[in-house]
């Protein structure tokens, strides 16, 4: 594990321990991140740690025309309950998913600091949000990276009505045209809509 500096440099991925964590410290810096993103390493870090960057052996990724949309899906999907759109409100989106309850977390690593670094970002037109509406609320969306690779880092979601964040995604994924989704970990949740694992190796090379 390297201590990162002022330059922008990562050292090579395969330096990474067997968790995936490869260097802390350094900054939130659009250049950083852009560079990060660019090779197959993202931030991921509580309030109290130092920054952390990894890039996890396998990695868990979906592929569009692997998408698996449940009979319970396809059936909301003719009602139109909602209604989605695209960077309407990134700052909202990645606010709500900063405070969304997670079940195998006791808080959130999307701190304020972050918060305005994938601000910038979006500023930059790399990090984009998708919101879920219903009636003029806000009750779901998502956020992550477009690097222009034709793959989305998608970073998090989160949903305050049944259904909501599942139902931006896979409208946001059927109407895309990334070859790929890095969704980084394992979660039960997107592999049961095609999410699977493969090697560190076989992603970089889609970067």
């Not at 939130?28 to 993103?37: F, G, Q």
């Not at 209604?83 to 990134?90: A, G, L, P, R």
């Not at 995604?169 to 997107?190: A, E, P």
Request: a negative charge; glycine letters at 6%; proline letters at 3%.
């Amino acid at each position: 594990m390297q201590i990162l500096d002022q330059r922008i440099k990562f050292p090579d991925v395969s330096q990474a321990s067997a968790d995936g964590l490869l260097a802390i410290a350094g900054d939130l810096s659009s250049e950083r991140l852009i560079e990060a993103y660019s090779n197959g390493i993202f931030p991921w870090f509580n309030d109290e740690d130092p920054i952390m960057w990894w890039s996890p052996d396998p990695r868990f990724v979906i592929f569009p025309e692997e998408l698996k949309v449940s009979k319970s899906m396809r059936q909301l999907f003719k009602k139109k309950p909602f209604q989605v759109t695209q960077n309407q409100n990134f700052e909202a989106v990645i606010r709500n998913c900063s405070v969304a309850k997670r079940h195998d977390q006791d808080g959130t690593w999307i701190i304020e600091y972050m918060i305005e670094a994938y601000l910038n970002l979006h500023k930059l037109g790399y990090a984009i949000s998708v919101e879920v509406w219903q009636e003029d609320e806000l009750v779901g969306g998502l956020y992550g990276l477009d690097l222009g690779n034709n793959v989305f880092c998608g970073e998090s979601m989160f949903t305050k009505v049944s259904n909501a964040s599942k139902y931006g995604f896979i409208d946001f994924i059927q109407k895309s045209t990334y070859k790929l989704i890095d969704c980084q970990l394992h979660t039960n949740h997107l592999e049961s809509l095609g999410g699977k694992n493969i090697s560190r190796a076989e992603f970089i090379g889609y970067l």
